[in-house]
């Protein structure tokens, strides 16, 4: 698990060093962005130094491409800005026999998506495994977001309202490990509520794909057999995707704890499964005005 960890950690490494070699003056070469001997992470480190101080200029050979074409050579980051992740990624690397795999997951995550961010788009990733693997993560990302303000606002009710009930805690984990029953069933409702809407929503995606598979066969019918072929199979692909979902989505429903059948079939929801108090108070530390309202001496 943990030679997977480094590959992946390597390989994002890779892909920065390619970036800003590309852009700007380095010493360092295709090879040696991939080498990990102690001469070149000696050299990697003097340069991560130099990048600290925007210590570099930018890459004659993309300047001269830009004005063959006629076009401004725009670098979409300062090389500060890519040796914070490279430090970051280096750390990760030091740190990955201690993190389990899911805090890991994470803070790689975090580092990628913020790589793709500084480096304008997927499309500035040189490596196809990395971009999939990006790709991927921003799509989980984006589902995981849209539930990530309800969620917290759950948490900061159900705080407030213990408050009201026995008062202020001493600590933040006294506070979270004091509501974690209450989260857990406030956060089922949620996922409930969640998994119903879903099925409408899905089931209704379904009956109208079926309603315009029967009009397009209709349509076509006098067309080509080969473009009657194209279009149908394209709608019965979505249809058994879409009865997939639904398939799911009732099981979980059905399920005795419908929050972990969720976690097996691959719906994250923010705030659950391993290491739900620790996320919380990590989080809850960065909100000084709600740790006034449920901590003691906090002014």
Same mark, same amino acid.
């Given at each position: 698990?943990?030679?997977? @960890?480094? #590959?992946?950690?390597?390989?994002?490494? %890779?892909?920065?060093?390619?970036?800003?070699?590309? /852009?700007? %003056?380095?010493?360092?070469?295709?090879?040696?962005?991939?080498?990990?001997?102690?001469?070149?992470?000696?050299?990697?480190?003097?340069?991560? @130094?130099?990048?600290?101080q925007n210590d570099?200029?930018?890459?004659?050979?993309?300047? #001269?491409?830009?004005?063959?074409?006629?076009?401004?050579?725009?670098?979409?980051?300062?090389?500060? %800005?890519?040796?914070?992740?490279?430090?970051?990624?280096n750390t990760l690397r030091v740190e990955v026999n201690n993190l389990p795999a899911k805090i890991f997951q994470r803070q790689y995550s975090d580092i990628l998506i913020a790589s793709v961010q500084m480096l304008g788009g997927l499309e500035f990733i040189q490596n196809p495994?990395?971009?999939?693997?990006?790709?991927?993560?921003?799509?989980?990302?984006?589902? /995981?977001?849209?539930?990530?303000?309800?969620?917290?606002?759950?948490? /900061?009710?159900?705080?407030r309202e213990q408050v009201a009930r026995r008062g202020k805690w001493k600590t933040l984990n006294q506070a979270v490990n004091s509501v974690l029953v209450d989260l857990d069933k406030a956060f089922e409702e949620y996922d409930i509520q969640w998994i119903k809407s879903e099925l409408v929503l899905k089931q209704e995606m379904l009956d109208k794909l079926g309603w315009h598979k029967q009009s397009a066969k209709q349509a076509i019918v006098e067309l080509e057999g080969i473009t009657r072929k194209i279009t149908t199979a394209s709608a019965a692909k979505k249809i058994e995707k879409l009865q997939m979902e639904l398939k799911k989505l009732n099981q979980v429903l059905k399920a005795k704890y419908p929050s972990k059948e969720m976690e097996k079939f691959g719906y994250k929801m923010p705030y659950s499964g391993g290491?739900?108090?620790?996320?919380?108070?990590?989080?809850?530390?960065?909100?000084?005005?709600?740790?006034?309202?449920?901590?003691?001496?906090?002014?």
């Open positions: 698990m943990n030679n997977k @960890k480094l #590959s992946n950690v390597e390989l994002l490494e %890779q892909d920065i060093w390619l970036n800003f070699c590309y /852009y700007y %003056q380095c010493e360092l070469d295709d090879e040696s962005t991939a080498t990990e001997n102690q001469s070149c992470i000696d050299k990697k480190e003097k340069i991560i @130094k130099r990048m600290q570099f200029s930018v890459n004659e050979e993309r300047i #001269s491409f830009a004005e063959m074409m006629g076009a401004d050579l725009n670098i979409p980051f300062k090389p500060s %800005q890519l040796a914070e992740l490279l430090i970051q990624l495994t990395l971009a999939k693997s990006a790709k991927a993560i921003i799509a989980v990302k984006a589902r /995981y977001d849209k539930h990530l303000y309800p969620r917290r606002e759950i948490i /900061y009710r159900i705080l290491y739900i108090a620790e996320t919380i108070i990590h989080e809850l530390r960065n909100q000084p005005e709600i740790l006034k309202e449920i901590l003691l001496n906090t002014g």
